[in-house]
């Protein structure tokens, strides 16, 4: 049972203890001492390097078993924490002249107080796009928006830069970005170190820790917390807690699990069309077949012998014969069609080269390459291009968007000019088939398909239209020779046996690879289930403080309400993945889904009780927490809740909370709680200042 303060409740909220060991590494040495057999552990091994690795895992190959690209310990283990000492804004959204915050560095509760419109939110946006350069509430918003960011009556420099003071550190370090351009993207920052040396905002090495431990927190946001898609809070708690790579390998291993059941299952499936074709055929080695399938065990090679013997003396010629007799060609007039489509593509393409519309289409197809790379190495950061580490993530993803959103209008002449030589260029393709295996290549029709393939390598359009046009009329005439001539020379005795034979052949197939997919699934099962169960053991045994503390912050924040917070579990994966929320109403149990049972302001309470405790997990490099508007919808009861959690948070953190709500800095005097409780004003031209007025 948790301790109890004076009034009944839970005792203060304490910093939860990180696990600095390398997830990985851990998992690894588990499995070392688990019992499981080599085959089980080298299928989890595999799932930890990734894909690659379990793909060449089941062709076969060897993976090390080591941690692939596992993280240095540094030498102390302590986390070098950060404190905002300042937020300076000029010329931003409702921000004119400079206007600056200053805070003192270090644990403390600071409540900003405005009514709406005073520009509380432009500090709290201005110092999040200082240090991450993006806001999630404007990527939701309206390209009309986003354009207005600039404020109306200061038409000098538009700057916004934060002063941060790093434990350790002589003297704060200035983070700062400055807008050049007209799109809110225009940013270019930069660092300026206690040393006085500048430096670009890389260097700082935060954008992992930035979205791992996120130190502002909007209204929005907290509402998307609860309400919002069920894998987001999966998502972020995963990786506050250092779980991303082991949810990824659950769900790589498990991928791999359900194609092995499949390729296990195909002969299953495919049996009973298979046998209604053989009951159906009166050739006395369909009805042979049908007795061996129908045996307990199935005699593959037996069924082999029978599916080879298709009755002629030169079995290889007969196939080829019967090949030809059915080989297609394409249709004279879909080569006319594709023909005339490559024109008329060169022509638009020719229309379009060298204008500005084909330079930004240049540019969109760069970034669509970009996303695609990163779309199918989500966990790889490095910049496949120029090489720089930590690039590529979600901040990089949401730029990207957001820019080709900008460029795809200007693009869209050039853009359909390329689509249409690509789709003309991919039809011609297609028809330029390559020659089949089977056809001697020395044949008249095989010497002239091996021309018609060379097709394919043909990149300029008009070119490829003259080659289709010239090379396909000779290879419909050599076709039709061929097929004249296989006719005559083929004569089926067997009445369709030979198809059923290619049928038999192909399930045969599927059948020897039924029996190695059930071999290997066997140890892949194995591994799956030992991961998931270790990974269940670690999801609980890591949230299990953040959840005591979402438990006691939403004790605080319910006041007389019978509603309780019984914890909250990581459940599924893939796209099943969702943070369970459990709750009780009047000591009923059964009730296991929070949102059917919560009034907005309730919604609110739970968000803030599962988002407080990310700032005082140990492992948070950020010091400081920037909550925007978090009474919104909030009762006067829970309002004094709310001071109180607040108060206890800023024991241990720094905490700045921007609110148009009086209620909040009423409640703390009230209730003497710590606090620096200030005022901001705005006039009509855009003047922001502040008065001091609390403790």
Known sequence: MPETDANGGPGGLEVVSGNDDPTAQALLEALAGSGQPAGVRAWVNAALWGEEALEALLQGEHI?????????????????????????????????????????????????????????????????????????????????????????????RTEASVDIHIAGDHGPTRISRRWAGESVRSARGEVVHPSGEVAPLRTLDWGENLVRYRPFLSYDELGRTVTGRAAELYDTLTALLGLTGLAEAERRLAKICDGLARRRDRPSRNLPPLMDALGASGDPRAAQVRELLSAPTTDLEALRRIAADDGPSDPTLHVVLRRLRRLNVPERVLMSDVVNELRGAAMELAMAAGSKGDHAHGVVRLLEQALEHHKRHPTETTCPTCATSGSLGPDWVRRANAQLRALRPQAAIASAAYDRADAARDQARFLVSPMPTWLPPDSELGQVWALWESGSDIEDLAELADHIEAVGRRLRAAAVSARRDASERLEDPTNGWSDLAERLSEWLDDAQDAVRAAETLAAAEAALDWLAEYARSVRVDRLGPVASQAEQVWFRLRQERHIDLQGMRLIGRGARRRVEVDVTVDGVDDQTSAPGLLSQGEFQALALSICLPRTLVEGNPFGFLLLDDPVQAMDTETVEGLAAVLAEVGRHRQLIVFTHDTRLSDALRRLGLPADIRTINRDAMSNVWLAENGR
């Open 64 to 156: 090390p078993e080591a941690v692939p690209d596992a993280p240095s310990p540094g030498p102390s283990g302590r986390v070098r924490r950060a404190y905002l000492t300042g937020i300076r804004v000029q010329g931003f959204r409702g921000i004119g002249r400079p206007a600056e915050l200053s805070f003192r560095p270090g644990p403390g509760l600071t409540v900003i107080v405005g009514r709406n419109g005073s520009g509380k939110s432009s500090f709290a946006e201005a110092a999040e796009a200082a240090l991450t350069g993006r806001n999630p509430r404007w990527d939701a918003m309206p390209t009309g928006w986003r354009d207005g960011w600039r404020n109306l009556h200061y038409d000098e």
